[in-house]
Structure formats: structure tokens, C-alpha cells
């Protein structure tokens, strides 16, 4: 939450001024001296060296025993050391000058005395520099250890108020002071440390991997797929390679290439041999020849080794997407309650001292020491209808719908049987698993209403002959399956692994290029949880929905009357590619609503430059959506709810400007004269802003969140602008994140109740679960819409200069698109 403090009066900042110090030149005395005794004067600089030499070696030994007690001795005791150091110094230096002098040339001229005057200026300027680094190094050693008292002494007190902490806290002037003459460097290492999460590779030999790849066992040959994921792990990761001689050196990663017994190279005599033979010749049998080479280094030098010879050194940050099982553990282990939540802010903001800063102090700028308390709502959850004008209201943002059926199942639609099969691509699965899987698909399937082709391994299982080839052969196992005319085809996919790269190319394979409808099971979900009915209810909650069901509606009694109007809701997003992929473009998703209850939804996506947010096709694509609504409502809407995510509020003006002008010509275009209402809106989550319940506040779950439901349009809005908040979800784990909603534009003059409770109501409408979800059903179709985008174009060369082009040859095919328009949930 945001917190508000009263303002103070400016300071005048205490004048500060340089000193500076001269010294004078030989005296004329000193020269004729010079000129009588030259020999005399050799033998006291002689002498005065060695005296000097003795008192160094001296202040050496003393120097390291005052270092060792300064940790332990008083301020003054350390600055009366620091100056003695000084003093001395600059004796030194000043005996080294006077024998300098005295062993210069007889009657110097002014000119030359006057360049050394300018040298012993710069001298004592440094010395004076290295003092005062010196108090700064001292006066930040005391200040370190001061701050860490203060953080024991903090951890043995509990329940303070926050403004006891804050007092507490303070430093003296004195201390203030020193932190201003203190360098940024300094300043920011006193600064207190938050506590991230991140995931590191463990440590070992690379061959491992392929090992863990492989089922356990070291593969005889690297596939293509096997090379491809190997890769994307060791990008950016530092390698180790021990030589002969036992010294580990350590190279950075470059590629992947051929086996060891097939990569060659040429000697500095021209001869050219394989990696492998060249270890032969150096009486060093290799374990696995038949495995790749890495190629290490510059780029430039071809420094290349056999994967045997290479480990992973422990301690390296993944710098990348992390695996889906590393994430989940981060997520469990960085996920608090949101006592222990507030609890870490309000430490960090007493440690921190906002009040304290110098700049802070300069604007006449403060802040509170306290959360902002704020006014909520706690809004009604919806009642939802389900077959036979059977009801469930959900109970904190959850509900049971066991003994439910779908208020339209697919097959009332089709007014037949679905034809299925599974198709196993998989060769760990045992049949078995996939017979018990097929069998409660089956026995869900009657208790939801749906018409389904009894399972048998006969009829509805098919396995490819080389499991090897299959995914290189999809396009005939698809061709094969759609003449069989079946309608919904489960494909098993391996995991973990290899799961994202097949599953992009049976969508690409399924969608663009074949049009069969599929689902796809990863491997572990069906060996591990193929007799969890909860599991098989909730495939079948995306079944009903991609064969053109509906799976429940908002009741009629609870419908906002901007609800009861004909509505078409909308969601837009565009993801983009990480910084570093300059040949990946962004993709659009664009999702819109289709029947009169908002529960069916088709979707479009485009292909754009990478970090462009603005959708430039955006007039094209609701001119498809429009037709579309017309085509199976026999009207064109009276009003459309745009939901835009992903603009920043630098953006707004920018994509009002150009997505609403694109929307009301599309309009036009469909029918003359046609002017829907537009209210636009944009949804971020994105943001800092988190609500902890007060003493009285109703909660939710062992994380002690606010309820589902919670919304707060005050205090923490902008002024000049329509905006509110909202806690839609029950959150699984840690503190619930409010998505905040911007209205930019409304001519339809929607009145704010109405439509904070109809984004919360159409937060229970997305098909994949019975719980509510963070934001709009339409801007989660959108995400989907564009994660479709980005699987189309996996793996797939690009012309960035024509994506339309690029877009034409990756059409959806019509049997999904008009067929199943729900295919991408």
C-alpha cells in the first residue's frame, strides 16, 4: 500500500569550504652550505636513509598491530592513531624533499623553484586525500557495526509498534553527517539487502544431463532434441576442464558440435584428424566417442573438448526461464503469509530511513511510518447456473459442481456421439495406464452429459510403429486419424523434458496443417493421476468448452443490467521475446466472446516487431469477431467491454488513440451507420500495491488474505482518472495480488457498481477450473490466444522484415477455427 507522511520545511545546507596549504622554497643559506661541505652533506643523507628505512620497517610492524586492535578501540582512540599515521607521513615525506633539495644543483632558478612548490602542493594534496579516505574508511567500520547491533537488538524485540522501530532506528547528526561527506559506493553498501530467489544449476559432470535425458542411461548417439535442450541449459553457463596437469580451467559455453570420433581439426603441420583420434595419439582412450564436442572460448579460437571431460561448477545463477519444477519450488519457498509479509516491509523501511536521506530532506519530503489505511467493499459472488437451472454460489472464490452437469454438452449441439482415440507418443507409458486413463474418460464423460464412443485399447488407442520417428511423422498419423473421421484425438506427450518441443508440433501439425482437434496429456499426468477423478473433471471441463459446449452460465437474477444488454467482451494482450531474441517477433492475442452469455469465445493472433505494444491489426481482427457475433446471435452488439493488458500508464493516451479509433472503424465497416458503445478498460498486475487485512477485516485461507471479492476504488486511485481494485481469487500460496483496472474510456456511462461487479462476476466464466481467477475470463482467453502465436512460430525461420507474409503462411486451419473457435483453451 501506499504510504502517506506530512510534509517538512527545507534545510539550509551548511556552507563547506577547501583549504589549501603551501610550502616555501630552500633558503639561501642552506645553498652556500652546500657549495663548502658537498662531501659532508652525502654522508648525513647516507645516514638519514638508513634511519629512515628503520623507522618504516618500525611503523610496518606497528601499523599491523593498530590494524588489529582498531576493531576493538574506542573512536578516539582510532582517530588519535590516524593522525600520528598522518603525522608521520608527512614527516617522511618532508625529509625525503629536504635530502631531494640538498642534493639538488647549486643556485636553482626561479622557474624551477616555482615547478617544485607546485609538486609539493600535489603531494600534500594527495596526503590530505588519503586522510580523509582514511576517516571515511574508519567512520564506516563504526557505522556497520552500529547498524548490526541495532538488527539484534530488533530481532530479540518483538511486537514493536512501527513507530518505536522507526525511532529506534535514527541516527544521531553526527552519524548524519558522515553519511553525507560519504562516497555512493559506501553509501550503498550500508543499504540493507532484499532477499531474492533464484535457481542453480547443481554442480557436476555435463554428461549427466544426457544421462537424466536418456532414462538413466548414457544414450549411444545425441538426438536432435536431446542436442537442442542440452543447449538451451548451457547457454550463458561457465564450463570446467581439468587437464593433465590437475589445474580446473574454466571457459564459457559457446555450442554444441559433431561427435568426438567425427568433429576434425587441422594440426600446426596441416595434418588434419578427428578429436578423437588426436586423444588416441596422446595414449588417451576416450569412453564415449560417439558423443558430442563442446566448443568453448572465443568464439574466434576453435577450443574444443569431448562432453566426458567437461563438469558444471557449482554456484552459477540460471540467467534464464527456469525448469517448471524449479519454479514451483521458488514459488513455495518465497510465497508468505501476509503477517510475515508486512512484518519483512516494515523492517526493510526502518532499516532503509526514507526520513534520514539528505535528498528526501532537501524537497521537503516525509514519510509515514505506517501502512495507509484504507476503505474496501467486499462484493457478493455470483450465483452460477448449471443444467436444468441447477445453482452453486461459490464459497471464497471456489465451488463444487460434483454432481452437476454442464448446462450444454457438446454432443446436445452435434447431436451425436464424439469419435475419439488416444494417440501415445510416449514410449515410458505402459498400456495399461493409458487403458485405466481411456476407462474414467469414458465414466466422466456420462456423468457430465456427454455423449463419448465407449473406450477399448481396439479401438480408441493408437501407438506409431518406431516410436523414434513419430513426431517427424505426425503429419501422416494426423492425415490417417482424420480419414478414420474421428472428431477429438488425446495425444500423450513425453515429460518432463521434451514436452514443450512436441507439444508445439502437434498444435502446428494438428492446427495448420492437418485440422484435427487434440488435447494433449503429459506423461507424468497420466501415470501418476490417472484414477484422480478430480484430475478427469477438470480435462473435461477444457473437453466440453473446445467441442462447442458451455459448462456453466451466470445466473439470470445476477446479471448487472450492462450484462443483460447484447455485450461482446473482449481481451487483448501482446507478449514479447526476451531482450536477447531479436529474431522472434511480438504475437497478439485477441479473444471476444460469441454467444449472448459470455462463455464461448473465439480467438485471433498476429505477428508484429519485437517490443511493439500497440496492436496494428486491430481493426481487421473485430471485424472477424463482429461477423462472427452476428453470424450466431443474428445481431451485432450493443456494447462492447474491451479489457486491454499489458499497457504501462505511459501507454495509455498511445493505445486509446489507436486501438479505439481502430474499433469504432471497424464498426463502421461491418454496417453502415453501426455505433456500438466501447467502455475500455486495462487491466495491470504489474504493480506494488498489496492489501492487508486490519483487525476487523473478514480473511481467507492460512496466508490470511482478504476474501475474494475485496475491492478499494479510494484513497489509492488516481485522482483524474476511473480506476479500482480488485482481489477476484483465492490465493494458493502467499500474499493475494490485486489487479488493478484502469477505465479510459466509457460512452456507454456505465455506473461503477455495476461494473466493478461484472468484472468480478466474469472472473468465475473461464472454462479450465470452478474457482474464481485473477482477472477477466476474455484477457486470460487473450493470453492463451498469444502462448498459441508463440507455439505456431517455435522453431519455425522468419522473414522479420515481411511477419505478414509470415503470419499468411501459418493460417489456422477453418475445421479449428470455425469448428472448435474454443481449441486454445
Request: proline share 6%; net charge positive; glycine share 6%.
Amino acid at each position: 500500500m501506499e504510504g502517506q507522511g506530512k510534509k517538512k520545511g527545507k534545510k539550509n545546507r551548511p556552507a563547506g569550504g577547501t583549504q589549501s596549504g603551501e610550502s616555501s622554497g630552500p633558503a639561501a643559506g642552506q645553498q652556500q652550505k652546500q657549495q663548502q661541505q658537498p662531501q659532508q652533506q652525502k654522508q648525513q643523507q647516507q645516514h638519514q636513509q638508513q634511519k629512515q628505512q628503520q623507522q618504516q620497517q618500525q611503523q610496518k610492524g606497528k601499523g599491523q598491530q593498530k590494524q588489529q586492535q582498531q576493531q576493538q578501540q574506542p573512536q578516539q582512540q582510532q582517530q588519535h592513531q590516524q593522525k600520528q599515521q598522518s603525522q608521520q607521513q608527512q614527516q617522511q615525506q618532508q625529509q625525503q624533499q629536504r635530502s631531494k633539495e640538498q642534493g639538488s644543483q647549486q643556485q636553482q632558478r626561479p622557474q624551477q623553484q616555482a615547478q617544485q612548490q607546485q609538486h609539493q602542493q600535489k603531494q600534500q594534496s594527495q596526503q590530505q586525500q588519503q586522510q580523509h579516505q582514511q576517516k571515511q574508511q574508519s567512520q564506516q567500520q563504526q557505522q556497520q557495526q552500529q547498524q548490526q547491533q541495532r538488527s539484534k537488538e530488533q530481532g530479540s524485540q518483538q511486537q514493536q509498534r512501527p513507530q518505536q522501530q522507526a525511532q529506534q532506528q535514527q541516527p544521531s547528526q553526527q552519524q548524519q553527517q558522515s553519511q553525507k561527506q560519504q562516497h555512493p559506493q559506501q553509501q550503498q553498501q550500508q543499504r540493507p539487502q532484499k532477499q531474492s530467489h533464484k535457481a542453480f544449476p547443481t554442480g557436476g559432470p555435463v554428461l549427466r544431463i544426457l544421462v537424466d535425458m536418456n532414462r538413466g542411461q548414457v544414450p549411444d548417439r545425441v538426438t536432435d532434441w536431446m542436442s537442442r535442450d542440452l543447449h538451451d541449459f548451457l547457454k550463458g553457463m561457465e564450463l570446467s576442464y581439468t587437464g593433465p596437469d590437475g589445474v580446473s580451467k574454466l571457459f564459457k559455453y559457446n555450442s554444441i558440435k559433431s561427435p568426438a570420433n567425427q568433429q576434425k581439426f587441422k594440426l600446426e603441420n596441416g595434418t588434419e584428424m578427428t578429436i578423437d583420434q588426436y586423444f588416441r595419439s596422446k595414449n588417451k582412450q576416450l569412453r564415449y566417442p560417439s558423443l558430442p564436442v563442446l566448443h568453448v572460448g572465443s568464439l574466434v579460437r576453435n577450443v574444443m573438448l569431448p562432453i566426458e571431460l567437461w563438469s558444471i561448477p557449482p554456484g552459477q545463477a540460471l540467467h534464464k526461464k527456469h525448469p517448471d519444477q524449479c519454479t514451483q519450488f521458488i514459488i513455495r519457498k518465497s510465497a508468505t503469509d501476509t503477517v510475515t509479509r508486512k512484518r519483512k516491509i516494515m523492517d526493510l523501511f526502518n532499516q532503509i530511513g526514507y526520513n534520514n536521506a539528505p535528498t528526501i530532506k532537501e524537497f521537503g519530503v516525509s514519510v509515514g511510518n505506517n501502512f495507509e489505511t484504507v476503505d474496501g467493499r467486499i462484493l457478493d459472488p455470483p450465483e452460477l447456473s448449471y443444467r436444468n437451472d441447477r445453482r452453486v454460489k461459490p464459497m471464497r472464490g471456489v465451488w463444487r459442481a460434483d454432481n452437476m452437469n454442464f448446462i450444454i454438452p457438446s454432443t446436445e449441439i452435434t447431436r451425436r456421439e464424439l469419435s475419439w482415440t488416444i494417440l501415445n507418443l510416449d514410449g515410458r507409458t505402459r498400456p495399461d495406464a493409458i487403458d485405466e486413463f481411456g476407462r474414467n474418460i469414458y465414466q466422466m464423460s456420462l456423468k457430465q452429459g456427454v455423449q463419448l464412443q465407449q473406450f477399448s485399447m481396439k479401438n480408441n488407442f493408437y501407438e506409431p510403429r518406431d516410436m523414434r520417428f513419430a513426431v517427424k511423422d505426425l503429419d501422416n498419423i494426423f492425415d490417417e486419424l482424420k480419414k478414420r473421421k474421428i472428431d477429438l484425438v488425446f495425444v500423450v506427450i513425453p515429460s518432463p523434458g521434451r514436452d514443450g518441443d512436441v507439444y508445439a508440433k502437434v498444435k502446428q501439425k494438428a492446427e495448420l496443417c492437418v485440422g484435427l482437434l487434440t488435447q494433449c496429456i503429459k506423461s507424468f499426468t497420466l501415470d501418476k493421476k490417472r484414477g484422480d477423478m478430480s484430475t478427469i473433471s477438470n480435462i473435461w471441463l477444457k473437453i466440453n468448452a473446445k467441442t462447442n459446449g458451455s459448462n456453466h452460465v451466470l445466473a439470470k437474477n445476477f446479471k448487472p443490467p450492462i450484462a443483460r444488454k447484447t455485450v461482446m467482451y473482449v481481451g487483448a494482450d501482446v507478449t514479447h521475446p526476451s531482450p536477447e531474441q531479436t529474431n522472434i517477433p511480438s504475437v497478439v492475442g485477441v479473444a471476444a466472446s460469441y454467444d449472448l452469455e459470455g462463455f464461448r469465445y473465439n480467438c485471433c493472433y498476429r505477428l508484429q516487431g519485437p517490443k511493439d505494444e500497440m496492436i496494428r491489426d486491430l481493426q481487421n481482427i473485430v471485424i472477424k469477431q463482429l461477423r462472427q457475433f452476428k453470424q450466431t446471435n443474428q445481431s451485432l452488439p450493443e456494447l462492447i467491454t474491451y479489457y486491454r493488458d499489458g499497457v504501462s500508464e505511459g501507454q495509455f493516451q498511445e493505445v486509446l488513440t489507436i486501438e479505439l479509433r481502430a474499433m469504432q472503424a471497424a464498426a463502421a465497416s461491418v454496417q453502415q451507420g453501426y455505433k456500438p458503445n466501447i467502455t475500455f478498460i486495462v487491466v495491470q498486475k504489474r504493480h506494488h500495491a498489496r492489501f492487508f487485512p486490519t483487525a476487523n477485516c473478514p480473511t481467507e485461507g492460512r496466508n490470511n488474505n482478504v476474501q475474494p471479492g475485496t475491492i478499494v476504488d479510494r484513497y489509492i486511485t488516481a485522482p483524474n482518472q476511473y480506476q479500482f481494485f480488485l482481489v477476484s481469487h483465492a490465493a494458493v500460496q502467499g500474499v493475494a495480488k490485486p489487479t488493478k483496472y484502469c477505465v479510459l474510456y466509457d460512452d456507454e456511462n456505465c455506473n461503477p457498481d455495476q461494473l466493478q461487479a461484472l468484472t468480478y462476476y466474469l472472473c468465475h466464466m473461464f472454462t479450465r477450473c470452478n474457482r474464481a481467477v485473477s482477472y477477466p475470463a476474455p484477457t486470460y482467453y487473450a493470453h492463451l490466444a498469444a502462448y498459441r502465436g508463440r507455439v505456431y512460430i517455435k522453431d519455425r525461420p522468419l522473414n522479420m522484415n515481411n511477419l505478414t507474409k509470415e503470419y499468411e503462411r501459418m493460417q489456422i486451419r477453418t475445421e479449428i477455427q470455425d469448428g472448435h473457435p474454443m481449441f486454445f483453451v
